[in-house]
């Protein structure tokens, strides 16, 4: 009895102490997660709140997952939460932990080590951060590592490999600066089934081991340096769902088996590299391929003839390859794509194709949106059945050898905003029904045969902004009524015609660039040429235009390139041409002018100017070898009272131009005030001292403050030169990065101009009352403020009813895209590079307004910008939200980067959500979250005030049951175009140019329901 009481006594201990001993050990456990937890925090900059605190369990903390039995931290999800600085080490102590989400936050820094002791995570997720320097190797530690995704950050160094990390099933490291090779070790990650490795430095050979992973279906190897040829091995991989190589220096040609090797391929990218040889048959056998993409190679041969059978094909891309034999019959293919009822993109232009243009393209998908075939040697005439293709946005049919009419069906294509029939030889009118399609913006016709007049319906184009005739036989008059109606017009090029009468300009005040030269123009160029504020190129030679060169002439600014050579004109040469600042070509030969040539600005540099065939002209440069004016009119007439009138006034004004250069230079040793440096001179417009800043802005006042930026202040003023009030920004040289934003936002600025970019005034180098440097930038001001504001209303005001309604976003989406355009597509091509809310701004009369160019890039040649460039830098130039993927790594500078942020801003400005919402985390985004309700869903995630109006608009008009559904269709439309422009591979954003017309198509679809009413105009608001 006695050793049996002894026996249950003993269990009972025994118990208690094991029972003592676990939850001593779980206590010990939870104060290290715990501590670990605070550890990190103590490491973070928080952009967003991260309230964790001694209030709270900390398995209740904000974004920490506890396991129910020993609540240890299990699961740690911080993702889109605006958190900065470094992971801690400590993180190497929670040791159960199994999923960490970092994604999209500024993290920076390298990655820890300890992440090595984590020996049950399962997923890692560091994407779209700042971190650099090396990928640990103690990560291959991770054993049941099944989930890597460490994309869009700045990692350099090789890619490291273990032999632990069998279990990986998705890897990501794409958009970093990684080099070396691929590694031949990852053969051996046998469960793998995603592998993307895009948009890094990688090199070398892709490695044969990668086809012995039998579960692999997405491979990404797109934008590297890889090289050599594409194994055969890769070739075994038949669950491959898509394959992308493009943008390497892969070479060598496709295996005849390409497509009984892949039967369940959907995407195929492989251009640019430098592939030779045909294209294989065997592609045809892939039923389920969506997008084949080979363009910029060197493929040969012919275009396999049944590509038909690939029936779900919506995109098809061959150009700039030698594909033809160049001695026709090389089109069968184009009547079998008839089959592809998918069909959005067809692009096969830039190639040896020849033959003549088979009637049934009038067969292709009725979703045709794209079609490219220019730049080959395609014979016939366009079949009138093109008319069909009614969804046709881009029609490039130049440089070919085709002829005849342009079939009238054309007009039938309303949706097109793009039209190319350049360098063909087609003939006859102008067909008067391209006046019916509204969306033209862009219009090539030069270097055909086409004869008789411009049809008048051109002007119901309102849209235009490019418009080429030019090298054609046009001729008669052109109607003011015409040119009046191209408001948006930018570049007209009428050259090599022979237009005949006058020519004036009328309502065309944003014109950019302007040929009418070699025509059999007359009558006297008029003074509103001056009125055309934008003008940066203008020629007119070639013509018979008499009277004197206009003066107002010199008020534009901007001009560039003058060529008025080859006419009757007479008179003197205005004095004030030389004035303008970025006048740098000028050609004046041929006429009957007289007098003085200047000797200033664009006179003193005889290789930018030319006056020859002037034979009364005297004085200027002596380079040009004219008799000096004074001894010419002695040897005529002797010297006149009026001369030494002249004389005497010329000795005054240089006493009195030395005068004023001694007060300037008296005052700025006072250190009192001085007039603007060299980089006011160089934009060339208002010039403004510190002490009129200082006027206008009431002592820069903060009554006057109307925001604050990153780089400095800015302020309401009013200047005594401007009529309406103007946006002072103010920089604070402080900071170290304000000189250089400065430059660069005077440089954009004053090399851009159209009516959805903000106006630059002047800039303003100086020093202030205390000799310390001063720099302003002087901009339009905007009474409406900022989209941002309208957006996400400001706490501290009132603006319970200040909201955008659908007609509203809609126009400043098209605004900003025509910004875009514009920029992307000048002469000088400019990336803005920070697209956001905050940097539109709204007119009085709610026109958008693109702002803010202090991290713009200035693109001479934007091709070679693209390939070249390299990062100098691990500061990231933008706005995290709004920053392109690509950008995250410090990648190279692209228009595409603009596109992506633009996306953002339209899916922001419908769903009322910012990018950096806290809704988005576990890898979500607000791309991800639209792509997600389109179209089905879209409704789901509108912002509340869009319910609210389309509810309104079914309430007020419950007769006509599809004007809320009409309503919502446009709204998914418009959905489509923000999810289409933000994908994250940048090759596959849409084109800004499609941007535009679709929105245009929008628009006209939303009004000619009559479910919105246009805006009429906003009383101006105080800001």
Known sequence: MEKSLLSIVAAISFVFLSTSFKLAMATSGNITDRLALLAMKDQLVQGGLLPWNASLHFCLWQGVRCGPRHQRVVGLSLSGMKLGGTISPSIGNLSFLREANFFNNSFKGNIPTEFGRLRQLRSLNLSHNNLQGNIPMELTNCSNLQFLNLSDNIFSGKIPFGDNTKNLIKLSLANNDLVGEIPSSFGNLSSLDYLQLGNNHLEGGIPFTLGTLSNLKILVLSRNNLSGTIPSSIYNLSSMNDLRMGTNKLSGGLESELGLAFRELEILHLGGNQFSGRIPVSVTNISSLKQFDIHSNGFSGLVPENMGNLRNLDLFSINYNELGNGKGGDLGFLSSLGNCSRLKLLAIHMNRLSGVLPASVSNLSAELEIFYMGGNQISGSIPDGIGNLVKLTQIHVGENLLTGNVPTSIGKLRNVGRFDLSLNRFSGEIPSCIGNLSLLSHLYLNGNSF?????????????????????????????????????????????????????????????????????????????????????????????????????????????????????????????????????????????????????????????????????????????????????????????????????????????????????????????????????????????????????????????????????????????????????????????????????????????????????????????????????????????????????????????????????????????????????????????????????????????????????????????????????????????????????????????????????????????????????????????????????????????????????????????????????????????????????????????????????????????????????????????
């Not at 103007?726 to 159209?754: D, M, P, W, Y």
């Not at 989209?787 to 501290?796: A, K, M, Q, V």
């Not at 701004?841 to 709610?846: A, R, T, V």
């Not at 693209?866 to 500061?875: K, R, V």
């Open 451 to 1023: 004869v008789g007049r411009v049809p008048l319906t051109l002007g119901k184009c309102t849209l235009m902004q490019i418009m080429d005739l030019s090298m054609n036989k046009l001729g008669g008059g052109i109607p003011n009524q015409l040119v009046a109606g191209f408001e948006r017009l930018i570049t007209l090029n009428l050259s090599h015609n022979s237009f005949n009468g006058s020519f004036d300009v009328s309502n065309s005040k944003n014109l950019v660039e302007l040929y009418v030269d070699n025509n059999d123009f007359s009558g006297e160029i008029t003074q509103r040429f001056g009125e055309i504020s934008e003008l940066r190129i203008l020629h007119m030679q070639g013509n018979r235009f008499h009277g004197s060169i206009p003066r107002a002439l010199a008020s534009l600014r901007g001009l560039e390139s003058l060529d008025l050579s080859g006419n009757n004109l007479t008179g003197t040469i205005p004095l004030e041409l030389q004035n303008l600042p970025f006048l740098a070509s000028l050609n004046l030969s041929f006429n009957q002018l007289e007098g003085e040539v200047p000797a200033e600005g664009v006179f003193k540099n005889i290789s930018q100017f030319s006056v020859i065939g002037n034979k009364d002209l005297c004085g200027g440069i002596p380079e040009i070898e004219l008799l000096k004016c004074q001894a010419e009119m002695k040897k005529k007439n002797g010297l006149s009272t009026n001369s030494i009138v002249v004389i005497v006034i010329s000795l005054s004004l240089v006493s009195v131009s030395a005068a004023s250069i001694a007060t300037v230079y008296w005052k700025k040793r006072s250190g009192k005030e001085t007039t603007p440096s060299a980089a006011l001179r160089q934009v060339g417009f208002v010039r403004v001292s510190y002490k009129e800043l200082v006027e206008a802005t009431n002592g820069f006042a903060a009554s006057n403050l109307i925001g604050d930026g990153s780089f400095g202040s800015v302020y309401k003023g009013f200047l005594d030169q401007q009529e309406n009030p103007v946006a002072i920004k103010v920089l604070n040289l402080q900071n170290l990065g304000a000189i250089k934003s400065f430059t660069v936002e005077c440089e954009a600025l004053r090399n851009v101009r159209h009516r959805n970019l903000v106006k630059l005034i002047t800039c303003c180098s100086s020093i202030n009352f205390q000799g310390n440097d001063f720099k302003a930038v002087v901009l339009e001001f905007m009474a409406n403020g900022s989209l941002e504001s309208w957006l996400h209303h400001d706490h501290e005001e009132d603006h319970s009813s200040r909201h955008l309604d659908f007609a509203q976003m809609l126009d400043i989406a098209i605004d900003v895209a025509n910004a875009l355009d514009y920029l992307h597509h000048c002469r000088t091509p400019i990336v803005h590079r920070d697209l956001k809310p905050a940097n539109i701004l709204l007119d009085l009369d709610m026109v958008a307004h693109v702002s803010d160019f202090g991290i713009a890039k200035l693109l001479s040649d934007v091709e070679s910008n693209l390939d070249n460039e390299q990062p100098t830098s691990s500061i990231i130039k933008g706005t995290i939200g709004y920053l392109a993927p690509e950008y995250g790594m410090g990648g190279p500078t692209s228009p595409e980067g603009d596109i992506y942020s633009y996306g953002i801003l339209i899916l922001e400005m419908i769903t009322g959500r910012r990018p950096t919402d806290a809704l988005f985390d576990d890898g979500m985004s607000l791309h991800s979250l639209c792509k997600m309700a389109f179209p089905e869903k879209v409704e789901e995630i509108l912002d509340y005030r869009l319910i609210e109006q389309l509810n309104e608009k079914s309430q007020k008009r419950r007769g006509d049951e599809n004007i809320g559904c009409d309503m919502l269709e446009c709204l998914v439309s418009f959905a489509n175009v923000g999810v289409a422009c933000s994908v994250e591979v940048p090759a596959e954003r849409m084109e800004i140019e499609d941007a535009v017309t679709e929105l245009h198509t929008i628009k006209a679809r939303l009004h000619s329901k009559n479910q919105i009413h246009p805006h009429k105009g906003i009383k101006e608001l105080e800001v």
